[in-house]
């Protein structure tokens, strides 16, 4: 099972920051891998970032390169995004999901997602 979560409002002003949360059960935590996605309204689905757990290395595109920072939280099974100097088009939805070979290429689980919007 993989949940991921706000952990904060939806709705963030331009320039603002938000957390994400992704809690992932179910999987012997250290082999996976585990990815940042968002896909916007009328756009395909992106790749923000990913991390071996078994490294704890997170591995960050372009797409919000320099404005995220991927954790982990092993103990709980869980990785974290946090978002800063949102802008309006960093609204979407937020997925996150697991590859289960620890690649961090081919992720086969993911969470429901959950909505951003960035406007004032």
């Known amino acids: 099972d993989v949940r991921c979560r706000r952990l904060g409002g939806g709705l963030v002003q331009p320039g603002g920051s938000l957390r994400l949360s992704c809690a992932a059960s179910?999987?012997?935590?250290?082999?996976?891998?585990i990815g940042w996605f968002r896909q916007a309204p009328g756009k395909q689905r992106e790749k923000i970032s990913f991390?071996?757990?078994?490294?704890?290395?997170?591995i960050y595109e372009d797409s919000m390169k320099g404005r995220v920072a991927m954790s982990s939280d092993n103990a709980k099974n869980s990785v974290f995004l946090q978002m800063n100097k949102l802008k309006p088009e960093d609204a979407a939805v937020y997925y996150c999901?697991?590859?289960?070979?620890?690649?961090?290429?081919?992720?086969?689980?993911w969470g429901q997602g959950t909505l951003v919007t960035v406007s004032s």
């Open positions: 179910g999987f012997a935590f250290y082999d996976v891998a």
């Open positions: 999901a697991v590859d289960p070979t620890g690649i961090g290429e081919v992720y086969d689980y």
């Open positions: 991390i071996k757990i078994s490294d704890g290395i997170p």
